[in-house]
DNA sequence: AGAGTAATGTTGTCAGTGACAACATAGAAT
DNA sequence: ATTCTATGTTGTCACTGACAACATTACTCT
């Protein structure tokens, strides 16, 4: 006979792989990877401690699918910022840089994820495939860059070297609580944008 | 009744604590930081389970101790090297930077640690308190640099910003793993002073 | 509509782990 | 020599990831 008052408690979630997924990120944000538990997930979302692996075999299949997740989106970002019309390929430098430090900003847990060593070694050849392309498009357009004049005497590769470095460092600073130790004061946007735009300047 | 020959496997070990550090830095560079586990290090070093407790409570603990290790002989070096002779605060910053991408290269294990979120949230107040030591350092360093005429037009905390997140950056690429599926060849020397000797200039 | 199948959730279990307590041993101090 | 303290051992507990066997629901095909 059915109920027909609403069930308290269906017997199917409904969506327990974006409420583990999102729970997850919580978690992350909150109280680190490490603190990132499948049988706490499920507690948390009130499903048995065994209903996760129908979503994610692993623990580290689950932050693994976050982490691409997050790459995915970032890549999407830097594509059309990279195919932006009326930019030189200097310009769109510079966009992708803001876009990926902003990124980082935005989600933290992602960012701090696809940054584990730990998460990456456990990541399928599909999410180092994007990171691959990502940098890839990255080079590409230093190439262009320095095609158009800018920086056009130094060497391709120690450019790419160190526009990742400046990269990778300011969205460190952007989204690691670590620095917030450190750092005197916030880290505000325009900040970010006045270094980029010196060094993706044309002197 | 005294043994006269040697016993193969003392009662006591010796030296625990230094060869739970040595094994667990060895873990952290093959196998991550995840992959370290108390009674792990202790069968590899043939002791009982849990006679790394003597030497560190936890395993937080443990790592947090390598960690503060790091940290301490970093900032002894950037001691140094801020209170060299005949040195102008600019050449001083230079080889600060140069001083902490060399370490991080040199000892990736460390440098994972005092990057790792998980670690640094159990780490004690002494330990943030010589990361701030050497963030003060730079700090002041920068100023001096500033008042000596480069970059004098410039917002301090911003050019700290960008400072740290250079340096950061390059630390990352010299020494994360995860770089190396990413950056076409290899990161040299070389290059890392070619990038801190364009930015660290008077121009 | 109804049967059969796939997807999803549950219960039970196992080995590995961190942490703790109680006990054992060796070396040092008096 | 006796006692004390540092260090190591054994035993145990709760928690976790992983897996297997089973239960329930949703979906599909006719």
Chains 1, 2 share one sequence.
Request: hydrophobic content about 40%; cysteine-free.
């Amino acid at each position: 006979m059915k109920h027909t008052t609403k069930n308290p408690t269906p017997y199917h979630h409904g969506d327990l792989r974006r409420a583990l997924i999102d729970r997850a990120i919580e978690v992350v944000e909150t109280e680190g990877v490490e603190a990132v538990s499948l049988r706490a997930l499920a507690r948390d979302i009130g499903v048995s401690h065994a209903a996760p692996i129908r979503h994610f075999p692993t623990r580290s299949a689950l932050l693994a699918a976050i982490a691409k997740r997050g790459i995915t989106t970032l890549l999407a970002s830097a594509g059309q910022r990279a195919n932006e019309h009326g930019m030189s390929s200097l310009e769109k430098l510079r966009s992708m840089a803001e876009g990926y430090v902003a990124w980082a900003a935005e989600y933290p847990a992602h960012h701090m994820l696809i940054r584990n060593q730990d998460v990456m070694r456990h990541a399928d050849d599909e999410l180092h495939r994007e990171a691959n392309a990502y940098a890839r498009l990255h080079e590409e357009l230093i190439r262009q860059a320095q095609a158009e004049g800018w920086r056009s005497d130094q060497n391709t590769h120690t450019l790419f070297v160190e526009i990742t470095a400046l990269t990778s460092g300011l969205a460190l600073v952007a989204s690691d609580p670590i620095y917030r130790t450190v750092l005197p004061g916030q880290l505000h946007a325009k900040e970010v944008g006045s270094i980029l735009g010196r060094f993706f300047s044309e002197a």
